[in-house]
Every structure is written in C-alpha cells, then in structure tokens.
C-alpha cells in the first residue's frame, strides 16, 4: 500500500520546519505528487502537513510516466453530438 501525496497549497510563508518538512516528503510546487509507503513515519509527515496536502491511499505507486500518460486526452476526435 501507498500514500499518493499530492501539494495543494504552497508553502510560502509557513516555518521553515514545515518547509523542511515537504521537501523531505519530496514536495516541491504545488501539485507536486509523491508516493510514500504506508509507514508511521510517513503518516506523522503527512500529519504535520494536513492542511497542504491531499492523501489518497493506493495500490501500487506509478512512475512519473505513467502519471503523464493517464492525464493525455486521447488523440484524434471524437463527435459529441450530430446537428
């Protein structure tokens, strides 16, 4: 099992031990996603940074390629409606 971490607030501002603590998950920029094992110490990260990220619980972790082919839009057209 794994966290699917993805940053949706950016951490401008907050204490550098926050900070730290996102770029220890591997969070970057918004929107970054990571994924972690399921573990208390990655629990007690994701704790810490509640309010920045969003969890998901998966099954297995996907490569940094396999994420960018699931948002591609299929190629070609497709006819939503006939006028």
Do not use: C, H
């Amino acid at each position: 099992m794994w966290y699917r971490v993805t940053q949706v607030r950016s951490t401008i501002g907050l204490p550098k031990k926050l900070r730290n603590t996102a770029l220890a998950m591997g969070l970057k920029k918004r929107g970054n996603v990571v994924y972690q094992k399921v573990n208390a110490a990655n629990a007690g990260q994701i704790l810490t940074l509640k309010e920045l990220v969003d969890v998901q619980l998966v099954d297995q972790a996907l490569t940094r390629e396999e994420e960018r082919l699931l948002r591609r839009n299929p190629k070609g057209y497709s006819v939503e409606a006939s006028a």
